[in-house]
C-alpha cells in the first residue's frame, strides 16, 4: 500500500472542520492510528485554542469495491444501534457518502481516551490491569455485544452468514500462500471444519476480531470495543473462538510470551453467565479451530505480500513461524 499523504488529509480536514464547525478554528496534524484497520487517522479540531472535538477519521481505500471491510458506511447503523443500547462503543458524530471532501466516503468516531490492551506487552497507560482480568473485562464486554437485540434494532442491517460461507470466503485467499507446504496444510483443516461444523448456534451481531487489542482501556475500566469492520451477523461463538486463539500459547511459535492467564473454561464460564447461556469449553472448541484457520490463512496471504514487496510490513515475518502452529493447533482440537 502506497504511503498515504498526511499533507493532503491534513489540508482536507481543515477544510471539513470549517464546513461543519465555523469559520476560525483549526485542526492539528493528524496522526495515524495505530493497528490494522485500515485507513484510520485521529485529529482536533480546535477554536482558539481549546478542543472542540477530538475524532478518528475512516476511510476505505480509492479505488476499491466499496463491500465489507472496505465499506466503512456500514458501521454506522451498527455503532449507533450498539451505542443507545448500552454497549461499549466509540460514538459516531459525523459520516458521508459525500466524496469532495476526502475522495472518498467516510465515518468519524470520537476519539475516546486511553489504551488498547496487548496481553503480551501492556503499554504503560494499562500496566496496572492484569491481563487476566482485561480478559475478565473483554469477555463481559462480548456477552453485551451477543445479546443485543439485533433483530429489533438492525432486522435489515445484514443477512445472517452461514459458517460454510465463513470457511469457504478463505478459499482463494489460501491459495496465494507464500509457501505451498502451508496451503496443504490449511486444506486439510478446512475439510474437517467443513465435516464438524456445529448446527444451531446462537446468531446475532459478531465482531470479527475481537482480542484485547481492539479493546480500549482507561483508568483500569474497559472504556470501548474497536475496530468494527469486518462485523457481521452470523454465529456468535466465532468471537470467543477467536479471543481465545489469540491467547492460547499453542497456536503460536513464541506462545511463551503469553504470561499466566485464567484457565480457558473460567473465561467461557464467565461469558456463559454474562449472556445466560449453556456454554462450555468443550463447545467452543470448534470456533478455536476456525479461528487458527483464518488467522493462520490471513498470515499466509500477508506473509506473500510482504516476501513479495506488494506490502512490505516486519511483523508478518515475525508471525510466518507461527502458521503450521496455527494449523497445527486447530487440527488438535478438532480431535
Known sequence: MPAFDLDMLHAQLEQWAAAHHHEGVTVPRPEVMPGHAGLSFGFRVEFRGEVVEELVVRLPPKGVRRSGNTDVLRQVPLLRALGAAGVPVPPVPWFDADERWFGVPYIMTTKLPGSTYQVRDPAP??????????????????????????????????????????????????????????????????????????????????????????????????????????????????DMGWLLMMNDAASWAHGAEIPELPSFGELVGRYASATGRDVALDDVAWYRALAGYRFGVISCFNVMLHRTGKRPDEEWEHIAPSVAYLFGRAAELLG
Open 125 to 238: 497507560a494499562v500496566a496496572d490491569i492484569a491481563p487476566g482480568e482485561a480478559l475478565g473485562q473483554a469477555v463481559e464486554a462480548l456477552a453485551s455485544i451477543h445479546t443485543f437485540d439485533w433483530r429489533t434494532h438492525l432486522a435489515d442491517w445484514e443477512e445472517p452468514k452461514q459458517l460454510e460461507q465463513e470457511i469457504r470466503f478463505w478459499d482463494p485467499i489460501l491459495a496465494k500462500s507464500a509457501d505451498p507446504a502451508w496451503i496443504t496444510m490449511g486444506e486439510r483443516v478446512r475439510d474437517r471444519l467443513l465435516a464438524a461444523m456445529p448446527a444451531n448456534g446462537d446468531v446475532g451481531v459478531f465482531h470479527g476480531d475481537f482480542q484485547t487489542n481492539n479493546v480500549l482501556f482507561h483508568q483500569g475500566r474497559l472504556n470501548a470495543v474497536l475496530d468494527w469492520e469486518i462485523s457481521g451477523i452470523g454465529d456468535q461463538l466465532l
